[in-house]
Each structure stands twice: as structure tokens, then as C-alpha cells.
């Protein structure tokens, strides 16, 4: 039985292979035209190319001429018409024996197959155009109509530069999620995050390590790219917005407990490792409890409940505990009635023995010594925007997240909370028109957090990367390497799904080999052809044509981790600055991958005029100080 394709090799390897045999039929039927062709000009040539054999360009008559005179004048001219039939014959012969003699040579060339172990190839502009990182060119319709080109947009992934050693800036701007492996000091923060946030025009929360991207972009998105730019710094003691984690809980819904539950989780679990000490739980259960109470208590007061209250209701010197547990367990919260978890909580507590209520209490207060600090206790007292305004308000808006070095640690835990809700609180709600979802939101949200794993395990951004970019939130994470990432300690461990949600990576050059190895295995195999020289006899053997040479297909990694882990990088000065762009790869699911050239902002004069523009000494606020305490609907 004949075997038409090799079922081995990849479906775009086999539809680039089946052009060879469509040439040859070509061929073949080029050969039978002109044996026609000939015949029938062998005859005209024969008669004299009298009128009576009808119409031609030049002496020139239709291939199957020969064929109507033929059955016109056979019985008057047999011999003619038998010895133009003899020279069609012996040229279409001709041909036909030419393909047959190519098809042998080339089913038995020693050309190799350059697709037999892998067909992987570095990616080509054309490529990189249908990925959706270069604007496509206009199409003739387009040019004839007189429509502009498509221009570029979205966040920056990298960039390329083309045979003429042309630099061209790589845009994603699709809904799909962006993952970067990049070290430190590799030139992440002047190559990709600068100049996404001077250019992306949509809302955006952004962590900012030192304040450097609030120094650097903030000024340009405030002014020109017409955006609220909210600073929280949780440490600072004067510039920070206000933001207070209990006035984003539903507490007239019945989402309320659900809200709470999901607050205290990152409140008792600050590192994303979950629950497993019994103080861990027991802890977790009181605080749903006394938040719950605290939030309708406030609410029946006119004032607003925080954290920094919560913690002062569980230490306060001036009252014995135990009336606590009995406020919480008789206290009207629904329409005069006590609400089901804050007294079971209440309760929980009362018949502990005394010793054990003592250690779930002091566990539980232990998690909210951070909000004993004075400045951070300040600037979460009082929300002067709503997570819901991120993609709602009437403007778009900025939230920078600032943690100094020094401060990192200890404000890890307020920091996921804040992350935890906006993935949890803008994207709870999806309606359809259509068999289309119907967006519920103004503005575009980019969530962009540089070394998101030091943030510990965040369960709500894996889960939600699957879903959230129907809510138009894109995400763009940046991590060090392979191995923070799938830490078991600190990361989202080796069956980590944040890989798998992120249609396009992009890398810096790496400096662990995991990181490069897998890098090597997104690029794919290709095959190279090996070469063999054999000698037989004496030195003189090569002289004598007793050498021999074979050629193999074999398998190779188009990028190796050896050279993967030595990809040229950026080139410093001696103070450490950057002074030229290194190399790096950037992967789009289902493309060739790219091997490109890290961007510089610096090196751009649009980006230096943006990152010019002097950022605002203080926060933008979207709450005044005088409705802060109000609660939002």
C-alpha cells in the first residue's frame, strides 16, 4: 500500500510537503500541451499554414487544432496527419520520460528531510504579524479605499529586529495574559513596564517597589493619558490614599460572610500556604466572627468599621473579653436578630477552657499587629476609593501599590488582600446578549505586578486567570525565574497552572538552568543535518577517492539551555546602569518563537518626553475626606 504522507510530523509540515508532487503533475501535463502543441504545428508547418486551417497568432494555432484536422482531412492526407501524430508523440514522450526521471531522483536524493525530528524555526515577520505583536500590513482594498494602517497598542512584550536591522516595538494587546521571566537587574522595569504604562491608556493597578514606576509614568497618565493615579503606600505618613479593606465587604447581601471569609483567609494565611495549624483555624473562625460584628455594630453607629477597631476590640485593656463574647452572642445584627456566625463564633469562644481561649485569642491578635502602627493604621481607617472605580469610574484609573524594601514583609498581607479583591470584586458579574458577553465595566483593567510570587501563593490569581480576562482584566506577571515561580514554600509549587493560563512569554537571559531548560523546551526541536566523513586505507585515502560521506537527520533544540544561559544580556556602565539592550525570546502560543531585542525607554525619544513629565507630589483621591466614613452601596 502506498503511503502518501508521513502521519509522524505535524500537519503544517505535511501541507508544505504535498508541493512537491503537484509540481510534478504539473510537469506531466506541460508535457502532454506540448506534445499538441507540436503536432499540431509540425502540420500547419507541413501545409504551408494555408487559410483553410482556420485561425492563429502568428503562425501560432490552438494545441488542439490537430485534433479537428485530424478528423476534417485524415482520409484525404493520412500521411500527413500519422507523421504530425508521431512528432506530438515522441515530444510528450519526451516530457513524460523528463518527470519520470525527476521523480526518481528526487524520491531517492539525498537531500534530507528538514522536518524529520522537529520543524521548529525562529519566527519571521510575517509571523510575528499573525501572532498580533506587529500592526499587519493594508491589505489592497484597504490601500485602494484609502483606510490608515492599523496602528500599534496594548502592553509591551519586547522587540524585534528585522534583516535590515530595523527595531520594531512587540504590542500585545489582545485579552490574553502576558508572563515575563526576567532576574534582577535585567532591565525588566526600562524595557517592558515603563513603557506599557506610558503608553497604555486604560485603568491599571501596578506594584511598585520603591515608588520608582510613580515617579517615572504617573505624571504622563495623570496629565496626558487622562487618568486618576492613586498612590497607597500603606507606610508612608503623608501622600498615600486611603483605602479601607472592611468598606469593600457586601454587608447587606448575602454575599457578607462570604466576603469576610475570603478577607480573613489572606489575613491568617499571609504567605498563601493555607490553614493547617489547629490555631490557624481556630483563629480564622473567631475573626469572621468579630469582623461580622464590628461591621453592623459600626453600621448601627453611623461610623466606619476597620481593622485597626477590630484589633483595638479584641486588646482593649479598659474591658474584660468575656463581655465581648456576650455582646457578640445577644447583639440584634439582622433586624434584631444575632446574626448565625458572629454568635456561633461568640459562643465557640465562651466554652473554650480558658487556657486554649486565651491562645486563640492571642494567635488571632497576632494577626492584626500590623495595624497597630500608627501610619498604616491611618491610611486604612478610611476608604478614599472603592476597588469597583477601577474600571468604573468616570476616568480611568491607576493604583500604585508602594512597598519600600524595608517594609515589604510585613505589608504582604495588606497588599494580597487589596490584590485578592479586585480580581474578586471585578469580576463577579457576566450577562450575555447574543451568545456574547456584555461588558459591565468602562475602562479596561491592566493588572501588572512585577515578582508576584514574593506576594506568597495567591489561590483567587491562579484560579481566576482562567476567566478574568472576560472581564477585561489582563494580566502581565513578572517573575525572576522558573524556580520562584513553582517554589513549594513561597510559589505556586511544581502543578502550578499560571504557565498554562498565559497565552504569550517572554524572557530576559536567565541566570538557573531550569529556567533555561524550560525556556529551551517552549522554543521546540528542530532538525539539523549531521555530516560524516569516512576514510578507508592510508593517509593518501583521500587522494585516492577512498572518502566516504554520509548525512543523518538529527535532533536538536532550537535554542539549547547552554545558549539560552548565554544570550547576550544588557551592557552596563561601571555605576550598573544600562547603557545598550540585550537579547531575549518572547513565545505566543501557537507560533514560532521570536527571538528579539530587549526595548529601551531611555533610548526613545517619545518615551523620555513622557517619563518627563513630573509625577504628583500627593494622591489623587475619589472619595472626599468628608463621605470617607460613608459606606458605598
Known amino acids: 500500500m502506498k503511503i502518501n504522507m508521513n502521519n509522524a510530523v505535524g500537519p503544517q509540515v505535511r501541507a508544505r510537503k504535498a508541493s512537491g508532487s503537484r509540481v510534478l503533475s504539473a510537469l506531466g501535463a506541460l508535457s502532454l500541451a506540448g506534445g499538441l502543441q507540436s503536432a499540431t504545428q509540425f502540420f500547419a508547418h507541413t501545409f504551408d499554414y494555408q487559410a483553410q486551417l482556420g485561425r492563429h497568432v502568428h503562425h501560432v494555432y490552438a494545441p488542439w487544432s490537430i485534433l479537428e484536422w485530424s478528423s476534417t482531412w485524415y482520409a484525404r492526407y493520412p500521411d500527413e496527419v500519422m507523421t504530425a501524430a508521431s512528432v506530438g508523440l515522441l515530444v510528450a514522450t519526451v516530457g513524460l520520460l523528463g518527470v519520470a526521471v525527476a521523480k526518481v531522483v528526487t524520491s531517492n536524493s539525498s537531500r534530507a528531510n528538514a522536518y524529520l525530528h522537529g520543524s521548529a524555526r525562529w519566527a519571521e515577520k510575517k509571523d510575528i504579524e499573525a501572532a498580533g505583536l506587529l ?76 515608588g520608582e514606576l510613580w515617579a517615572i509614568t504617573a505624571g504622563w497618565r495623570k496629565t496626558h493619558a487622562r487618568n486618576t493615579v492613586l498612590r497607597f503606600e500603606p507606610a508612608a505618613a503623608d501622600g498615600s490614599v486611603c483605602w479601607n479593606p472592611l468598606a469593600e465587604i457586601r454587608l447587606d447581601t448575602e454575599y457578607a460572610v462570604g466576603d469576610v471569609q475570603n478577607l480573613v483567609t489572606l489575613i491568617v494565611d499571609p504567605n498563601g500556604k493555607g490553614l493547617d495549624s489547629h490555631w490557624q483555624k481556630t483563629a480564622f473562625a473567631l475573626l469572621v466572627g468579630v469582623i461580622l460584628h464590628a461591621l453592623y455594630k459600626a453600621q448601627d453607629e453611623g461610623s466606619a468599621a476597620t481593622l485597626p477597631a477590630v484589633d483595638a476590640m479584641l486588646a482593649n485593656p479598659n474591658r474584660d473579653i468575656a463581655e465581648l463574647w456576650m455582646e457578640m452572642a445577644t447583639y440584634g445584627h439582622l433586624d434584631g436578630q444575632n446574626h448565625p456566625a458572629v454568635g456561633s463564633a461568640a459562643r465557640d469562644m465562651m466554652d473554650r477552657p480558658e487556657e486554649e481561649a486565651g491562645s486563640v485569642l492571642s494567635t488571632a491578635k497576632s494577626y492584626l499587629a500590623l495595624y497597630r502602627d500608627p501610619v498604616v493604621a491611618r491610611n486604612v481607617s478610611r476608604s478614599e476609593f472603592r476597588i469597583r472605580d477601577l474600571m468604573n469610574a468616570d476616568d480611568p484609573v491607576t493604583l500604585y501599590i508602594v512597598t519600600q524594601p524595608n517594609d515589604k514583609d510585613r505589608l504582604r498581607p495588606l497588599v494580597r488582600v487589596m490584590v485578592n479583591m479586585v480580581v474578586r470584586g471585578l469580576a463577579d458579574r457576566m450577562d450575555f446578549e447574543h451568545g456574547r458577553p456584555v461588558a459591565h465595566y468602562k475602562h479596561r483593567l491592566l493588572l501588572m505586578l512585577d515578582e508576584f510570587p514574593s506576594l506568597g501563593r495567591l489561590q483567587i490569581l491562579q484560579e481566576s486567570l482562567g476567566f478574568v480576562a472576560g472581564y477585561g482584566i489582563k494580566c502581565y506577571l513578572i517573575c525572576q525565574d522558573l524556580n520562584q515561580l513553582k517554589s513549594r514554600e513561597t510559589g505556586y509549587g511544581p502543578d502550578e497552572t499560571i504557565t498554562s493560563n498565559c497565552h504569550v512569554q517572554n524572557a530576559y537571559p536567565p541566570n538557573r538552568v531550569e529556567t533555561a531548560e524550560h525556556l529551551s523546551r517552549l522554543t521546540g526541536q528542530t532538525t539539523v543535518v549531521k555530516e560524516q566523513i569516512t576514510t578507508s586505507g592510508r593517509r593518501t585515502a583521500a587522494m585516492l577517492g577512498q572518502v566516504s560521506r554520509t548525512f543523518q537527520e538529527v535532533q536538536r533544540p532550537l535554542l539549547t539551555p547552554d545558549e539560552c544561559l548565554r544570550m547576550p544580556g544588557p551592557r552596563k556602565d561601571a555605576e550598573g546602569h544600562i547603557e545598550a539592550a540585550g537579547d531575549m525570546v518572547v513565545y505566543v502560543a501557537g507560533y514560532p518563537a521570536i527571538y528579539g531585542k530587549q526595548p529601551l525607554y531611555f533610548k526613545d525619544p517619545v518615551f523620555r518626553a513622557r517619563a518627563a513629565v513630573p509625577a504628583p507630589t500627593v494622591s489623587d483621591r475619589l472619595i472626599a475626606f468628608a463621605d470617607a466614613g460613608e459606606r458605598g452601596a
Open 135 to 210: 500592526p499587519r500590513p493594508r491589505t489592497w482594498l484597504e490601500v485602494v479605499t484609502g483606510k490608515t494602517a492599523a496602528r500599534a497598542a496594548g502592553v509591551y512584550v519586547g522587540g524585534w529586529e528585522d534583516e535590515d536591522g530595523t527595531f520594531h516595538y512587540l504590542r500585545h494587546n489582545g485579552p490574553e495574559h502576558v508572563l515575563t521571566y526576567a532576574p534582577t537587574r535585567s532591565g525588566k522595569g526600562v524595557g517592558l513596564i515603563v513603557p506599557t504604562l506610558l503608553s497604555w491608556g486604560a485603568s491599571a493597578v501596578v506594584t511598585d517597589l520603591k
